[in-house]
T-cell receptor, first 115, second 114 residues
Framework: DAGVTQSPTHLIKTRGQHVTLRCSPI?????VSWYQQVLGQGPQFIFQ???????GRGNFPDRFSARQFPNYSSELNVNALLLGDSALYLC??????????????FGSGTRLTVV | QKEVEQNSGPLSVPEGAIASLNCTYS??????FFWYRQYSGKSPELIMS????GDKEDGRFTAQLNKASQYVSLLIRDSQPSDSATYLC??????????????FGGGTRVLVKP
């Protein structure tokens, strides 16, 4: 079975540009979460989506947005990129309402570099 | 005070010894706790989950939870060089709500020396 898949794996963007990151959850998982991991730190929660609705938002500016599609895949969008947005962006999926019990499965991540 | 705190390490452990990692958390309503292993350049991989006070064992790994003292620990027995990684402690405030999120500590880097 395929795990959580993310694309692209690496991305280089210029300050001020826009980026879209994509995630497909494990088959049967309806919840998708996004995390940002800056080098040397633990992942930080950005968003959670469940059944196409936003169920949680972390302490990130409005430049960050996301959505979930009917097939439960998800996109994370970041506008007006800053150098500080350079990080590993992780997508995690879980069964509906079960993430707190069984944990979350992470994808391999998208490494974003802003220059 | 950070919500989830871990010693950043590195924790240097001889091969075959026990590695002991600690994590403290500030939110008393936290219900579930996870340990993730992250190799350099890779994504986190779930290795243990624990919800009740006491010990939980899985192979060479033992997680220990003490909610009264607000700490959770991870023991790695018979440490192997392949255990060299960063170990992330993650806390979830609730089990049932769909709006779960994980709050991570900064991670402890473990080095197992042959």
């Amino acid at each position: 079975d395929a795990g959580v898949t993310q694309s692209p794996t690496h991305l280089i963007k210029t300050r001020g540009q826009h980026v879209t990151l994509r995630c497909s959850p494990i088959s049967g998982h309806k919840s998708v979460s996004w995390y940002q991991q800056v080098l040397g730190q633990g992942p930080q929660f950005i968003f959670q989506y469940y059944e196409k609705e936003e169920r949680g938002r972390g302490n990130f500016p409005d430049r960050f947005s996301a959505r979930q599609f009917p097939n439960y895949s998800s996109e994370l969008n970041v506008n007006a990129l800053l150098l500080g947005d350079s990080a590993l962006y992780l997508c995690a999926s879980s069964l509906a309402g079960q993430g707190g019990i069984y944990g979350y499965t992470f994808g391999s991540g998208t490494r974003l570099t802003v220059v | 005070q950070k919500e989830v705190e871990q010693n950043s390490g590195p924790l240097s452990v001889p091969e075959g010894a026990i590695a002991s990692l600690n994590c403290t958390y500030s939110d008393r309503v936290s219900q579930s706790f996870f340990w993730y292993r992250q190799y350099s350049g890779k994504s986190p991989e779930l290795i243990m989950s624990i919800y009740s006070n006491g010990d939980k064992e899985d192979g060479r790994f033992t997680a220990q939870l003490n909610k009264a003292s607000q700490y959770v620990s991870l023991l790695i027995r018979d440490s192997q060089p392949s255990d060299s990684a960063t170990y992330l402690c993650a806390v979830n405030p609730t089990i049932k709500a769909a709006g779960n999120k994980l709050t991570f500590g900064g991670g402890t880097r473990v080095l197992v020396k042959p």
